[in-house]
């Protein structure tokens, strides 16, 4: 369950003294239902997910990370369409802050803490909620 992997990775930034956790979060089938048809941008949220993204946002404890195979004349247009509602990714299939270390190489493979995909277990029809209700509970997300 995706709120299990976010107070994971809160303890472990308690534990390693960080300053903020990293959130991967896939567009198609996990923050929008896709249309399955090219060119055709999905631009409705499924439940619960725009504002979860706009709290995520605001914090400076939780960067955000576009993950998607989105093509780079789609993703202009996402990203567009998410600064209207006031969600706004650190990066896009990157993490640059997290640099290659003796047991890690991220060239290829940003780092992350949590991941928000669908081909991943993640189930926007029901992972959303907890996830907003975590966000909004005082003693949820912190360290």
Same mark, same amino acid.
């Given at each position: 369950?995706?709120?299990?992997?976010?107070?994971?990775a809160?303890?472990?930034?308690? *534990?390693?003294?960080w300053?903020?956790?990293?959130?991967?979060?896939?567009?198609h089938?996990?923050?929008?239902?896709?249309?399955?048809?090219?060119?055709?941008?999905?631009?409705?949220?499924?439940?619960?997910?725009?504002?979860? +993204?706009?709290?995520?946002?605001?914090?400076?404890?939780?960067?955000?990370? +576009?993950?998607t195979?989105?093509?780079?004349?789609?993703?202009?247009?996402?990203?567009?369409?998410?600064? *209207?509602?006031?969600?706004?990714?650190?990066?896009?299939? *990157?993490?640059?802050?997290?640099?290659?270390?003796?047991?890690?190489?991220?060239?290829?493979?940003?780092?992350?803490?949590?991941?928000?995909?669908?081909?991943?277990?993640?189930?926007?029809?029901?992972?959303? +909620?907890?996830?907003?209700?975590? +966000?909004?509970?005082?003693?949820?997300?912190?360290?």
């Amino acid at each position: 369950m995706i709120v299990r992997a976010i107070t994971t990775a809160c303890r472990t930034a308690r *534990e390693r003294n960080w300053t903020r956790i990293y959130w991967a979060v896939d567009i198609h089938g996990t923050m929008m239902p896709p249309t399955h048809r090219g060119g055709d941008l999905p631009r409705t949220f499924y439940d619960h997910a725009r504002e979860v +993204l706009q709290l995520a946002s605001k914090r400076e404890d939780i960067c955000l990370i +576009l993950y998607t195979c989105s093509h780079d004349h789609e993703l202009k247009e996402y990203l567009t369409l998410f600064r *209207e509602h006031d969600i706004h990714f650190d990066f896009v299939n *990157e993490n640059p802050e997290v640099q290659n270390t003796a047991y890690g190489n991220y060239d290829k493979k940003p780092y992350f803490n949590v991941l928000f995909e669908d081909k991943a277990g993640f189930d926007p029809e029901s992972d959303w +909620l907890p996830v907003l209700e975590l +966000l909004k509970d005082p003693a949820g997300i912190r360290w």
